[in-house]
Each structure stands twice: as structure tokens, then as C-alpha cells.
């Protein structure tokens, strides 16, 4: 199991950019895939970005296609999730998580991030 934590977030504007971090707070990270989940107000929390951690590959869902960059830094242990043209609708708290494999439940959360976006 290795600790994630997440930082980055913070209160914006509609139309401003930020970006998210999320370390293993000093571990290595040896997984499938690593993870961005937002939880919106009163939601449940849904997967907004993928990026497997060997390869790079990606996963956008359709709310964020265009807008979000998702990206690793394995020497750093780190991965970001880059938000341009952010909109009311991205507030939520953001987490980041480990997948072990392709079919396997995402797991390691982390404490998560708060984003506000004001319109």
C-alpha cells in the first residue's frame, strides 16, 4: 500500500487553469494505473483521468476531454492533472488512486483536494 497525497487545489475562476499533484510521499510507485476522481457536492466520486504508468496511456472522461492534462513523472513518483478552462461544474474535492491491474478496483485513495471554481 503506498500513501498518496494529493495538493494543488484551491478557489478559481471560471476559465482559469490549475494544476494537481499527487505523490507517494517517498515510495516508489509500481502500479497499472494511477488515477484522478473528483466527487462534486452531494455526488458520488467518478473517474475524470487515467494514465497507466509504464506505457503513458490515457483516459479522458467525456466532461473533461480537452480541457485536462493528465501526466507521470516516474523518476518523481508523481502525477499531475493539469485543468484549463475550468468550469463550475469541476468544483469537487479531487483524489487521486493506484490501479494494480487492468480489472482491479482503484485503491491507495488519498485524502484529496478541494477545487472551487466560481462562475
Known amino acids: 500500500q503506498v500513501p498518496l497525497v494529493e495538493s494543488g487545489g484551491g478557489l478559481v475562476q471560471a476559465g482559469e487553469s490549475l494544476t494537481l499533484s499527487c505523490s507517494a510521499s517517498?515510495?516508489?510507485?509500481?502500479?497499472?494505473?494511477m488515477g484522478w476522481f473528483r466527487q462534486a457536492p452531494g455526488k458520488g466520486r467518478g473517474l475524470v483521468a487515467q494514465?497507466?504508468?509504464?506505457?503513458?496511456?490515457?483516459y479522458y472522461s467525456n466532461s473533461v476531454k480537452g480541457r485536462f492534462t493528465i501526466s507521470r513523472d516516474n523518476a518523481k513518483n508523481t502525477v499531475y492533472l493539469q485543468m484549463s478552462s475550468l468550469k463550475p461544474e469541476d468544483t469537487g474535492v479531487y483524489y487521486c488512486?493506484?490501479?494494480?491491474?487492468?480489472?482491479?478496483?482503484?485503491?491507495?485513495w488519498g485524502q484529496g483536494t478541494q477545487v472551487t471554481v466560481s462562475s
Open positions: 494514465i497507466t504508468w509504464d506505457r503513458g496511456n490515457t
Open positions: 517517498g515510495h516508489t510507485i509500481r502500479t497499472y494505473a
Open positions: 488512486a493506484a490501479q494494480v491491474s487492468p480489472l482491479s478496483q482503484y485503491g491507495d
